[in-house]
Structure formats: C-alpha cells, structure tokens
C-alpha cells in the first residue's frame, strides 16, 4: 500500500515513526530533544529544528504521507503576515489562572462554559491565554489576526504556508473556543477573551488531508497527542486510559459529547468522529514518590514493600490529596492517613495503602465517566509506574475490569501514523472517508486502516474482585467521612 510517518512533538521532544501503511510495522525511528527552553514560552523555531534533526539520515525517504500529533493547549499568535507576534504560549501557564476566573465569570458561570463548549476554562486553555495577553500583553493582543495550536503550524509549516490553514476537530476541542457537541467554533468567545475576532483554522475531518507538501508528500489533519495516543494504542467504545503522571488522567471513548457544569469531565473529541471525555486528578505518581522518599526507598522498593503487605494495608487508607485535589474538587485540602493501629505501622502497609490510595483516587475518576454512561469494559494503564508490581496486582480488583499495560511505545507517533494512512487511502480511493454526521452533529465513525494492537500485558481481576471491591469500599467510605458531600450524589 505505502509507506507513511507520524511525528509526534511534545513538550520535550520530537519522535518520529516510519510505518507500513497497510500493516503498521515500524520500519525505521528518528528522535531528538527541542533546544532547551525553560517557562511557558517558546519560540517555534525550535519545534522545526527538532523535527529537521529527527527526520535526518534520510528518515522519510520514500515516505507518502506524513500525520503530525503534538503537545496540546498551545497558542501560536500571528500577524496578518503569519508571522509570530510573541513567542508561543504553552503548557499549564499559572500565570493564566486569574484570567480562567475571569472568563468563567464573564459568560456566566461554569454551567454556561460545559454547555458551550464542554469544557470549562482553566489555565491551560487557549481562550484563557487569549484573555491573559489582552490583560497583560495588550499591545500585542491587538496585533493578533491569526491563533493555531503546535500541530495546526507545524502542519502548516511543512506544506509551506499555504493559504489553507486546518486543524482537526481533537485538537479545535481542546482550545475552549469550538464545542465538541456542535462541531463548530464559538467567535463570540474569542471576542470575550481577546477583544476581537482572529483567524482560525477549517477543521478536517478524521480522514481529512491539509495539503500536499512541495515534493508531494500528503499531510494529514493531524491531532493532539493525547487523541493521537488513543488511536496509537487502537482503544475504542468500553476502553478507558489511565495516565499515570505525577498528576493523573482518565480518559474514554464515547459515542457523544458530553457537557459537564461542575468541570470535573472536559469533553474532548477524538481523532475518529467519536469522542474522549476526560477527568483529571492531581494526584498519581507523585503520591507513590512521596511515600517511597518517607520509607527511605524508590517507586521499586516500594512496589517491593508493598507486596508483602495483603489488599486493604491492615485497615489503613491512605487519601492521596497531598497537592490538593481536581477530582473530587477540594482544591486546598491536604492528603491524609487513616486506620493506623500499632500492628499496622509497619513499612509494607503504608506502601501498600499508598498504592492503593492512589488507585482509589483513579477510580474515582472512573466512576465519574461511568455515572455520565461512558462504558469501561477494560482499563489501559499508562506511563511508567504501571509498570511495577504491586500496582498491577492491586489496579484489576480495584478498578473492576481487566487492565492491559501496553509495552512502552511512541503512540502518539504511531496514531498520527495511522491518520496519515488514512488519509492516504482515502485520497488514494482504497479506505472509505468519514463524511457522513450523527445527530447532534459529528462525524460517523469509520474503520480507519486496520493496525495490530499494541502487544500489553493484560491482567485479569479474577478471584481477587471481591477483594478488590472491598478494599476500594474502605476507602469510599474514609473518603466520604472526611470529605462529606464532595461528589454530591455520585458518591
């Protein structure tokens, strides 16, 4: 069929994967570090330098089509020349936060954000960068024509600042100003944030191309990494990803928006025509590194104490709010330790109410998309404490399902691949484009190139989901005691 590239530029650095468009066998890897950059700014430039030292010694020779995924919630402002007016805005700038409120208050609550865009603003947001630049910065803000996210410019960039600027409808639903639900922008609340309306990219669909570069590779849509790892990873309707980070997310697949008044689930679209409601927590890993650095230990030595303790750490559990928490919303709460008894202080069981509190926490981010009918038939754990043994053997009983751990791999990379043979084979007329819509607007959902999947350990509850489900009882009803009220009726 061909050969195709999926490029994936994160925050750190640019991966790139050479595929068999018809199987999804890697053929060849490229990588390298973005020039060091410290603090939510960076110039683009160094994005295009990163991508030329990866793509080097030939990468992309014989290459049809190119997918590009990248770091989300960027803000890239340009001139009516499309040149950059500041460096690019990324990351969850801070500075931004008074300027979410500010938004938040000036459409009239957060009810009013979840029903107009399925997402409430937080820092991270483009829009809230948009109202902290007209605040801050207003001199440039009124020089601002055009905005795009990282995937949208470098897209752009490849195809060599063509007339046509696209994105897709996974990256446009993480901007804050275009709703998932009615697959459409919202300018009114660009003009609230910034003052006045800019430029924004056509949306393609999920088997969209953006153009042809000059020697005539195909670009496709391209998306946002965590849409592009979705695809990668090949989840669909009953999954649910599990990110273990120093702060957590949990993500589904759904079959449509979903709009949220408390915030607590963002509705993304994804990189197929459905969509990826998300919760986030604040709390994972760093939980885990908290407790290994108290036992004198590493996330190893922990996972080693911890399975020599048994499910539920003798009665003690751990509520795992050490930075405040998202999910449920006690944002200035601290964590806290219960169920001490002499016979239970020992290294092991707080190791083991440490693993297990940080999957509770999870969990109950879980039951948050379950409660919004998302199904969760299988759990995907991600990042690499899912990688140690006592959160395997812990994660199955407490989340109720079968967790798969897949082998560590570029997914994002890998998804942005598959777009990119999508899109090929659309063009090419041997893979059918998403074109038809649902009600209540987005695309059918259309087999894209059908790819292996990701080779995963996988880990049934078995005979330990009783136990399981009796470990994670405990800890709802500490939960609930100390925190009364704080997930209202869904607790």
Known sequence: MGIVAGLDSSSASTQIVVCDAETGAVIRQGYAPHPVEKGPEVDPQA????????????????????????????????????????????????????????????????????QAVGAVPQAAHPVTKLRWLARTEPENAARIVEVMQPHDWLAWQLLGRPARRTTDRGGASTTGFWSAATESYRPDLIEL??????????????????????????????????????????????????????????????????????????????????????????????????????????LEGLSELALKSSPGAYGMVMLPYLEGERTPYLPHTAGSLHGMRRESMRPEHLARAAVEGMLCGLADALDV???????????????????????????????????????????AALGAARQAAWAWGVAHGTLARATEHVPGGGSAWVDPPVWPAAASQVFEPGDELAVGQAVRQQYVSVRDETHPGAFGAES
Do not use: C
Request: hydrophobic residues 45%; aromatic residues 4%.
């Open 47 to 114: 994005w295009l330098m990163s991508l030329g030292e990866a793509a080097g010694n030939g990468l992309l020779e014989g290459v049809q089509a190119i997918g590009v995924s990248a770091q989300q919630h960027g803000l890239v402002p340009l001139d009516t020349e499309g040149n950059l007016v500041r460096p690019a805005l990324v990351g969850n700038d801070k500075r931004a936060q008074s300027a979410a409120a500010d938004l938040v208050d000036a459409l009239g609550g957060r009810t009013a954000w979840a």
């Open 193 to 298: 944030a910034l003052g006045h309306q800019v430029r924004l990219p056509e949306v393609l669909g999920p088997s969209g191309t953006a153009g042809f570069t000059p020697e005539g590779l195909l670009i496709s849509a391209g998306t946002g990494e965590t849409m592009a790892a979705a695809f990668g990873l090949g989840v669909g309707e009953g999954d649910a990803v599990v990110s273990l980070g120093a702060s957590g997310s949990v993500f589904g697949i759904h079959h449509e928006a979903l709009a949220d008044p408390s915030g607590t689930i963002t509705s993304f679209a994804d990189a197929t025509g459905r969509h990826l409601p998300v919760v986030h927590t604040t709390n994972a890993v760093r939980v885990l590194r908290g407790a290994a650095e108290m036992l004198g230990t590493d």
């Open 369 to 411: 998309l379950r409660g919004r009918g998302v199904a969760v038939r299988r759990v995907f754990l991600l990042g690499a404490a899912a990688e140690l043994g006592a959160v395997q053997a812990a994660a199955p009983g407490l989340f109720g399902v079968q967790v798969v751990v897949p082998q560590p791999a570029d997914y």
